[in-house]
């Protein structure tokens, strides 16, 4: 179980590495993903993501992270938005799970 939490890990920081984007950090704003609200924690799956400081300098990409936020952590005041997490690409997951399953 360790070894594959490990490997998963890794798996995350190369998959961050190679996009030289971080999924939580450098996204000016995301549209057209899919969202669900389970256990006061909300996902976002796919959609397009603009990377960069603003609009005129934003990179436009398909976005492959899963991210989530537990609605219960928002601080401050009522605008606030919880911290936003990701597990890293669910493409390169799927590819590795394939290549594996055969």
Sequence with gaps: MFMLALV????VA????????DPTQ?????????TCVVDSKLYLYGGI?????????????TNTYLL???LTKAEGTEYSF????????????MQKYHSNSF
Aim: positive net charge; aromatic residues 8%.
């Design 8 to 11: 998963s890990a890794l798996l």
């Design 68 to 70: 989530w936020e537990d």
């Design 26 to 34: 450098d996204v000016c704003r995301r549209h057209k993903h899919l």
């Design 49 to 61: 993501a603009y990377y960069g400081s603003g609009m005129n300098v934003s990179t436009l990409q």
């Design 82 to 93: 919880p911290v936003q997490y990701s597990n890293g690409s669910i493409v390169s997951n």
């Design 14 to 21: 190369k998959t961050i590495q190679q996009s030289g984007r």
